[in-house]
């Protein structure tokens, strides 16, 4: 996630906590910029400013929290969006940042922990950044689930080496046709699973938990939305965005299936976090160093030859 300082803390001198946690519930619960500022009588670029500063600061309390985590089964995806402009719209001189964005995201199957994500173009650089930030926060060798995007082959194999087993599940769909069904995926036919390494458990090669968690995350940020006009103008907010909604959902909000939260099923926390103490958490925690891993890591050389990544 790229950081950028807070502007001179104009935002924290203004707006009481009590304020704060009211536009970080909004947030939360999928209202756009414009919507939370109806709602609120807050000025919208106070409110992309609070945005910025809060999901900054639960970047930090992610990457400082979620260690150590044992996760037997491990599910990945990319989720789509775009920023500013869609990138078949996108001029020759447009900043790199416009046109398609993507958001890896691992999710432990067991505990439904959001484990790790990246906003990012859907390249091979970005799979690799994103699989060693995963191995990072884990324990052991999981058993790793992921759709057919292909530089995930060689980024697992370099971020665990053989502490790894790794299965494919791509699912077949039935083509509908017609402009009713343009924005609808047509029914799944069959589920097409291949190991890729280790041993993995056929029976638990899914990517249905992870794409459950996708429609978590177009429900809980407007700008995932579909066919809306809040999309994300820039990176920085869009990456903001997805940070206060992963340490939402992590910490705050309790799973309908656990009882409890993800982070109190893995063991990181011991209560349900009010929205209030995400939010005071948030905006004190400095950007702490991560704690090693709680066993060594053995692994093996990395795999040199070029990656064509997806767009």
Known sequence: MTHRATESNTVMNVLPLSD??????LLVEGNSLRSTSRLSSVHRDTISRFL???GDGCYRLHHGLVHNVRSHFVQLDEIWTFVHTKERRKKADDPDEFGDQYTFVAINANSKLVLSYLVGKRTASNAVAFAEDLRSRILGAPQVSTDGFPA???ALEQAFG???HHGVAIKLYEDEGGAEHRYAPGRVTGVSKTRVSGEPNEAEISTSYIERQNLTMRQGMRRFTRLTNAFSKNVVCLQAAVALH???YNFCRVHMTLRVTPAMQSGLANHVWTLEELVERALVTPMIEAPPP?????RRAPVLRLIQGGG
């Open 246 to 248: 992963f340490a939402y």
């Open 294 to 298: 709680a066993v060594a890591v053995v």
């Open 162 to 164: 053989a502490e790894i």
């Open 20 to 25: 704060r946690v009211r536009l970080a519930s």
């Open 52 to 54: 910025c500063t809060v």
């Open 152 to 154: 995930y082959r060689d």
